[in-house]
């Protein structure tokens, strides 16, 4: 077996008997004996334990208390905790020993916070009682500490483990959301884009035939018509070709192919957006690209997108006003700019105006962004409508400037 609390620098005196043989009378045992006893119970104890007097002197410290704050014991009696253990709760240290001494009642400290001599920080539960004199005044007061720093560490591992945890859940949630809003967003565009696709065939062909009528009727007509009767074959020509420009549109965006990419210099793709139509009048168009900058996209769907971009932006300004298209390197994309000096998007429809048949215009059908976006999603860009501006509107293209992984997936 294992020595036990060794106390031999004390007296031996008879300690009192428990076997079968034991006696009625009680062996009293001297009081120097009880000390020395209480004295190596104290200093074996695991748990740091001092001894204060009225001054906030240490007059008595284990080997426990020693070892926590790394001084010696003989360093540690006759001094005050502040000299060798200064921090921040000094204050509310001695407040709580004047008020032991005090009021004669233990005070618990639940914690507190103690720095040894080599800088470590301690978190401590510190009970603190009371030592009594023969005519009853306070003399002294005992500290039992129990040392908590472990205990807190792991409760703060704890409730970071769980804030992280709470942050991963709320994060993966929110995936989960926008996942979901994705595919219903996709299956319903999907949906779109078959009706348009067979509406748009069927609406086309009686548009060819009322084309060829009224071309039929204008030649029957050129000799001796009015101007009543030339005014309504303008009209009918007009109408279907705005009716034909929806049609193209509904195919468009019905039928967004896989993107075939290519380096593509975004200069001359530009220039090109405005070849298939004339200007409006009082329309500036601004064009800020440099020469030797390139994408890697499919021109053809680029072309397309833009001129829906560019059309929005005309149409945005009918009484005149300057369309800047910029572009320029951004990070490892290119960043395409379409500026117009119209009335502007609302803050409401800014997010909205990519969705199918939404449209901020009196007639629009809101398929041209709805197409631009998706033929720009095709081939690993994205496309925005800038927030902040008061007046007129932004249009945000970011593209790849390299080839995308294999395992890119296009618009459909």
Known sequence: ???????????????????????????????????????????ALTHPVFVKDREGCFVFVNPAFAAMTGFEKEELIGKREEELLPGPEDETCRCEDDEVFAKGVP?????????????????????????????????????????ITHLKEQERALRIGKEELEQLVSARTEELRRTQRALLKKERLSVVGQLAAGLAHQVRNPLASITNAASVIEQRLNVGKTGDATLALSIIKEEVLAANRIISDLLDYARVRPARP????????????????????????????????????????????????????????????????AADRWDDRVRIRVFDTGEGVPIE?????????????????????????????????????????TAGTEMVIDLPLEPLPSDHEGFR
């Open 1 to 43: 077996m294992g020595r036990g609390l060794v106390y031999d620098s004390c007296p031996q005196y008879p300690m009192p008997s428990t076997g079968p043989s034991a006696t009625a009378e009680p062996t009293s045992v001297p009081a120097s004996a009880l000390e020395c006893l209480a004295s190596a119970v104290v200093n």
């Open 107 to 147: 005070v618990d400290v639940r914690e507190e916070q103690m720095t040894d001599r080599e800088g470590r920080l301690h978190v401590l539960a510190t009970t603190k009682v009371p030592l009594c004199g023969p005519d009853g005044e306070v003399t002294h007061l005992a500290g039992i500490i129990h040392d």
């Open 262 to 325: 290519i380096h593509v210099l975004l200069g001359e793709l530009v220039e090109t957006t405005f070849d298939a139509r004339a200007l409006p009048a009082g329309i500036n168009v601004v064009r800020d690209v440099p020469d030797d900058l390139t994408a890697h996209v499919d021109g053809d769907q680029l072309r397309t997108a833009l001129r829906n971009i560019v059309r929005n932006a005309l149409e945005a300004m009918p009484s005149g006003g300057t369309l800047t298209i």
């Open 349 to 389: 429809l800014r997010e909205q105006i990519f969705d199918p048949l939404v449209s901020s215009k009196p007639f629009g059908l809101g398929l041209g962004l709805t197409t631009a976006r998706a033929l720009i999603e095709n081939q690993g860009g994205s496309l925005r409508c800038a927030p902040g501006l």
